[in-house]
């Protein structure tokens, strides 16, 4: 009789917090252990909510993903980093990267950052100012190359348009 009480506990507990977000099966269970449950309450709450369809991993990874990608701007190095803390496998990772980068991907998510990061002024001749917007831009998760890459470019095309007036 106890053991139900238990169960239906973690069963409010799980209920407030996925109505809060949603929660990968690894990182509710933590959470549960940190009040206190047991390992077999655990699991038979995990169950009982992965089988209510409340708890999927691959819906989670994907829907934190594209929130990451497209809303916060990161690259996929962090977006890997963040969902393989919250205990996801690096499948379901490498998946829900594919289905965000659908939308938008990793270039052009970059090229929109460095425009919004260098509409106040010009970049094409202050080093430290390039250094500066790569040192950020290598904080949300883009590789060094791709960022090169794109600066060059968007000084390209910045310079085609002075040209032309």
Known sequence: MEERSEFNKAKK????????RDHGERELAGKLKNKGFEIEIIAEAIDYFRELGYLNDQVF???????????KGYGNRKIVSFLLEKGLSEAVVAEA????RQECSEAQALISLI???????????????????????????????LIF???????????????SK
């Open 115 to 145: 425009r919004k990061k260098t509409t106040s002024g010009d970049i094409r001749n202050n080093l430290k100012s390039k250094q500066r917007l790569a040192r950020n831009l290598m904080g949300k998760g883009f590789p060094l190359g």
């Open 61 to 71: 990874a994907s829907n934190q993903a594209r929130r990451l990608a497209t809303g």
């Open 149 to 163: 890459e794109m600066i060059n470019r968007s000084e390209e095309e910045d310079g085609h348009d002075d040209d």
């Open 13 to 20: 507990v799980c209920w407030r917090l996925l109505a809060l």
């Open 97 to 100: 990267i594919i289905t965000a």
